[in-house]
């Protein structure tokens, strides 16, 4: 039995890999960080009605280019987003309070939620009817029943 790509979880090499490329000189500066990009998955997910990639994904490199160095960087990196939005989706609807977002973190170790939340707040307006009625939807009413202080918390102090 073959697995589908869709049912393949994002490993720690994916996620360095596409923060390598998030972060790279080469992207315009409102190109989209990994934590950002989390946020923005996690509200496409949790849309009333499906966004088609083709509407979301130019967005991560605010509205440009790429940028990649060939089809092999590209194919790794769609994948990659593709594995992450995935990931976002079947957590939140199996168990969306299992869900833990990519955090990156102050020096003093506290999470930086903003930049997480930046991310879910441009992925809530993606799409031509998101923006207006996202929050009276079904999926999103069961997503913000999920306690944001829980996911404030670092998971060692959850356990």
Same mark, same amino acid.
């Given at each position: 039995?073959?697995? @589908? ?12 890999? !596409?923060?390598?490329? !998030?972060?790279?000189?080469? @992207? ?6 990994? $934590?950002?990009?989390?946020?923005? @998955?996690? =509200?496409?997910? +949790?849309?009333?009605? $499906?966004?088609?990639? #083709?509407? &979301?994904?130019?967005? +991560? ?22 594995? !992450? ?9 199996? /168990? ?7 955090? /990156?973190?102050? $020096?003093?170790? #506290?999470?930086?939620?903003?930049? &997480? !939340?930046? *991310?879910? +707040? ?8 998101? *923006?207006?009625?996202? &929050? ?8 913000? =029943?999920? #306690? &944001? ?5 670092? $998971?060692?102090?959850? =356990?």
């Amino acid at each position: 039995m073959y697995r @589908l790509a869709r049912d393949l979880p994002v490993d720690d090499y994916d996620l360095d890999l !596409l923060d390598e490329h !998030l972060c790279s000189p080469d @992207l315009p500066d409102d190109a989209m960080m990994l $934590t950002e990009l989390d946020g923005y @998955l996690a =509200a496409i997910a +949790i849309a009333p009605h $499906t966004i088609l990639p #083709s509407e &979301w994904l130019p967005d +991560i490199w605010g509205g440009q280019q790429a940028g990649f160095a060939d089809m092999q960087q590209a194919n790794a990196v769609y994948g990659a987003i593709m594995g !992450l939005y995935n990931d976002n989706l079947r957590v939140l609807f199996a /168990d969306a309070r299992s869900f833990e977002p990519i955090f /990156d973190f102050d $020096t003093d170790g #506290s999470p930086l939620i903003e930049i &997480w !939340l930046q *991310g879910f +707040i441009r992925g809530f307006t993606c799409g031509p009817r998101n *923006g207006r009625r996202c &929050w009276a939807a079904t999926k999103a009413r069961r997503y913000s =029943a999920c #306690s &944001w202080r829980y996911w404030a918390t670092p $998971t060692e102090l959850r =356990a």
